[in-house]
């Protein structure tokens, strides 16, 4: 199904299923998407969901409505196109159309477990024990008879999607317990997956004390927690980190 997801400064402010034929964009409280803000005109444009095809449409707007940095009156909209109505952005997303392209954002940004990148990754992880997971539970014959069973730790779950570049609106599935991002020779992280939450540490870099940001901040040589709706900026390319 495709959405629109709405954004202002590269913040995730809601998604929008297009499950509805017609969707109307502006400031005004009848619209089905609502911008509240003086950039926005009362009726600012308009997208229209024909079968398996949307199309956007401005309506005659004050400021215009711009896919991907252009002006447009109509416009038959594409995986990844991003809609800038004042000063936010709509980007659509076609799962049908995404799920069928190359997942070209893993191949660039997703370091192959089992490389030495990815080895390396492991080992600095481990190193402020950021690959433990829960306590591995007693045998049964060191836990007496009274004793009541512990319930598993339920690890949690999270995903990051990407805000800015030529991926911008993939997903990735935060699933293992060790994620190794970036580029060889530009920014290398970790992102850990622990029973108490996600963390990630810097592994690598091209420039010595060239360390991955989390909401503009760098997070230095030290393993960092993510918090939901963090940002990260790492070789270059913006993140939302986000959990489920």
């Known amino acids: 199904m495709a959405r629109l997801i709405l954004s202002l400064d590269s913040q995730v402010l809601a998604e929008y299923n297009m499950n509805k034929e017609r969707y109307t964009v502006g400031r005004l409280p009848d619209n089905d998407i609502r911008i509240d803000n003086p950039a926005v005109s009362g009726h600012h444009s308009l997208v229209i969901n ?3 095809d949307s199309f956007l449409e401005d309506l005659n707007s004050t400021n ?13 909209l594409q995986h990844g196109d991003v809609v800038t109505v004042g000063h936010h952005q709509l980007r659509f997303i076609d799962t049908d159309s995404s799920e069928n392209e190359p997942d070209e954002f893993e191949k660039t940004m997703v370091i192959t477990p089992g490389s030495a990148v990815a080895a ?37 779950k999270a995903k990051l999607q ?29 992102i850990t997956r622990r029973a108490d939450g996600f963390f990630i540490v810097h592994v690598d870099s091209g420039k010595p004390k060239d360390y991955p ?12 927690k993510l918090q939901d709706n963090d940002v990260i900026l790492l070789a270059g390319v913006k993140m939302g980190f986000f959990e489920a």
């Not at 215009?64 to 038959?76: F, R």
């Not at 306590?135 to 004793?147: G, I, L, T």
């Open 50 to 52: 024909i079968l398996n």
């Open 64 to 76: 215009g409505t711009y896919v991907n940095g252009k002006l447009i009156k109509k416009h038959a």
């Open 162 to 190: 990407v805000l800015s570049g030529a991926f911008a609106g993939r997903e990735l599935e935060l699933n293992k317990a060790l994620t190794t991002l970036g580029r060889p020779g530009v920014q290398v992280a970790a």
């Open 213 to 224: 940001q989390v909401n503009g901040v760098t997070i230095g040589e030290q393993a960092r």
């Open 120 to 156: 390396a990754a492991a080992h600095k992880a481990s190193s402020f024990g950021a690959t433990s997971g829960p306590a591995p539970a007693r045998s049964s014959a060191a836990v007496p008879s009274h004793a009541g069973t512990e319930p598993p730790v339920a690890l949690a």
